[in-house]
């Protein structure tokens, strides 16, 4: 067995993890658990059923690791397998949770101090934005939560919600021209992305 740190590339991990190195897949399931639980919470507010889902894929990858094929980004195929696993498993449960209800709570943190903005300002423009962002369309709450906070390419988005990549790019060009218009004096696209963006940093 390899001994694997945090500088380690993903890629190298991934294949040492399919070849049956345990302590490769430690790292990865360490390195990828938050994302996958922060984007299950995307789906439901049930902690114990996202760890749930977590975990079954995490058995599943491990049962499977000598047939699981290469991939050009770990992340993305996590992403995949996870969010086909929790939409199985909260189907059963459609009338207590709904599929990307939970999506506002992508904005439950914002930078408490910045640079560019005095704290009554930040509180405020925390404030318009977390309303700005409820009033999305869930499907446009969760690309902009891919694209910006789990930095996935457009195309991967779109094999992601089996959607075309250029419908992707026109659902954030559309959701970004919603929330600016809801400021009478809408900040720049780089301050309100850069204040999206230190949610989950």
């Not at 050009?72 to 709904?98: C, G, N, Q």
Request: glycine fraction near 4%.
């Amino acid at each position: 067995m390899t001994a694997f740190g945090q500088h380690t590339d993903d890629a190298v991990l991934w294949n040492a993890f399919r070849g049956g190195d345990e302590h490769a897949y430690t790292e990865l399931a360490r390195r990828h658990y938050r994302t996958l639980f922060q984007y299950g919470q995307r789906f439901t507010q049930n902690v114990q059923l996202t760890e749930d889902v977590i975990q079954d894929l995490l058995v599943h990858l491990w049962l499977h690791r000598a047939t699981i094929n290469d991939t050009a980004s770990v992340k993305f195929y996590l992403i995949k397998a996870f969010r086909h696993r929790m939409l199985k498993a909260i189907r059963p449960l459609a009338d207590e949770t709904e599929l990307t209800g939970e999506c506002d709570d992508l904005y439950a943190d914002f930078p408490r101090e910045e640079s560019w903005i005095s704290q009554e300002n930040d509180l405020m423009l925390k404030q318009q934005v977390r309303t700005a962002l409820a009033r999305l369309s869930e499907r446009q709450q969760e690309v902009i939560y891919l694209r910006f906070f789990q930095n996935l390419m457009p195309e991967e988005i779109g094999n992601l919600l089996s959607i075309n990549a250029q419908s992707v790019s026109n659902i954030i060009q559309r959701a970004l021209a919603n929330l600016r218009g809801l400021w009478q004096t809408p900040p720049s696209i780089s301050i309100m992305l850069y204040s999206f963006c230190q949610i989950f940093s």
